[in-house]
Each structure stands twice: as C-alpha cells, then as structure tokens.
C-alpha cells in the first residue's frame, strides 16, 4: 500500500464548479476504484483557489488525472518538466506509522471525522523541520496518531488526520538507532519554524472538506 498526498490549484473563478466536478467524479470513477479494491481512502479537502488530495493505493500507484478527468479543464498548470501537469506531488515529511499490510491499515473502529489541514513554515526553517521530525519518525521518541500525516511542497504543509486518534506501536522496522530527538519535545522550537498567519495563529490551520470515503463506507 501506498500514500498519495497532491496540490493542485483551481483557475481564478473556479473553485466552486471545480468541487462540483471532483464530487461528480467520485460518484462515478472515484467510487468504482474503490469498491473494486484499488483505493482504500480518498479525501479532498479545499482552501482559498487551494485543492488537497489524500488517498490510500492498495496495489499500484494511482495518478490522480486517472481518478479526476472533469477537473483537469478547471485547473491551472504547475510548470517544473517537459509536460505541464495538473496535480503536484507533495512529500511525505513526517508520519508516526505506515502501512505494512492492507490488514494492518484497515480502520478497526468507526472513523468520527477525516479532517485536513494547512500551514506554512518559514522558507528558511525547512531543513530544520525536517531534520527533526525525521529523527522523532525513525527514532520512535514517543508514539502519536496511527493515521495522520504531513506533506510538503514549497513552504506549504497539508496534513491528513482522523478522529478519534488511534495511537500503536509501529510495526515496521526502525530505520534509525540513534537518539537524537530531544527528551522534552518543546526544545525543538516548532513555535520558531511556523511562518505565523494573518491573525498572528502558528502552527496549523483546520480546512474544510470536500468529501472523504472509505472502503468500509456503506
């Protein structure tokens, strides 16, 4: 199994129809893939001109063009290689667990809210954000939320969460042996890595969600 997590952005006036495409989308394409077994979750979450795409592959890596064809007209292009695309990859930087099995990922209590959320870091702060969230991953310096993730590209961070929390020991394997992660976490100084927002808030903000679905889901 495999975590997707994408960017995208909506042309000047499009927000609206285009979130009305994705949920026309998931009632025809988006919800076969999943009830013949090629997507576990799928949520999509929106923010000012701002899309957020989070899904569980079960087999194979799913490109999200493939799920979200109405979209595509609605958007705006992301330039960076010889074919513009629609959809930017975000990258994984920190999670608590990972998938080792469909098993092992299947919720085995009813989910209350998959909720999503955005942040900014300070350009300058990235290295260091990464470095020590790498570190508490790998080292497993305490355990957190069997589900949640966070993504990065550019400056801007999304984070998929679900509630109410499950909190477990990983199964996979340590990739680290190493105790660098500071005993009392507030150390790190996360308050100093968030590029605060208009009304002065760090760290994340809530966004709302456009629709979410789950193999389990009648």
């Known amino acids: 199994m495999k975590r997707m997590i994408y960017r995208a952005q909506w042309k000047e006036g499009q927000a609206e129809a285009g979130a009305a495409s994705l949920l026309a989308d998931v009632s025809s394409v988006v919800r076969q893939r999943v009830d013949q077994g090629d997507i576990m979750t799928i949520a999509a979450y929106k923010w000012l001109n701002h899309v957020f795409l989070y899904y569980e592959c079960i087999?194979?890596?799913?490109?999200?063009?493939?799920?979200?064809?109405s979209a595509e007209p609605l958007l705006e292009d992301w330039p960076g290689k010889a074919e513009k695309r629609k959809w930017m990859p975000m990258i994984d930087v920190f999670h608590f667990n990972e998938p080792v099995s469909y098993e092992h990922w299947l919720r085995k209590e009813p989910v209350e809210r998959r909720a999503g959320r955005v942040a900014h870091l300070k350009p300058e702060m990235v290295s260091s954000y990464i470095y020590y969230h790498y570190q508490l991953q790998e080292e497993r310096a305490f355990l957190g939320d069997k589900y949640e993730i966070i993504a990065?590209?550019?400056?801007?961070?999304?984070?998929?969460?679900?509630?109410?929390?499950?909190i477990e020991e990983p199964p996979a394997p340590k990739k680290l042996q190493t105790k660098g992660t500071p005993e009392n976490w507030e150390d790190s100084r996360m308050d100093l890595h968030f590029k605060p927002w208009g009304d002065g808030h760090l760290y994340f903000k809530h966004i709302d969600p456009i629709f979410t679905l789950y193999c389990g889901d009648k």
Request: aromatic residues 16%; proline residues 8%; glycine residues 4%.
């Open 59 to 69: 087999h194979s890596d799913i490109d999200p063009d493939e799920l979200f064809r």
């Open 152 to 166: 990065l590209h550019d400056n801007l961070m999304f984070g998929y969460q679900e509630f109410p929390k499950v």
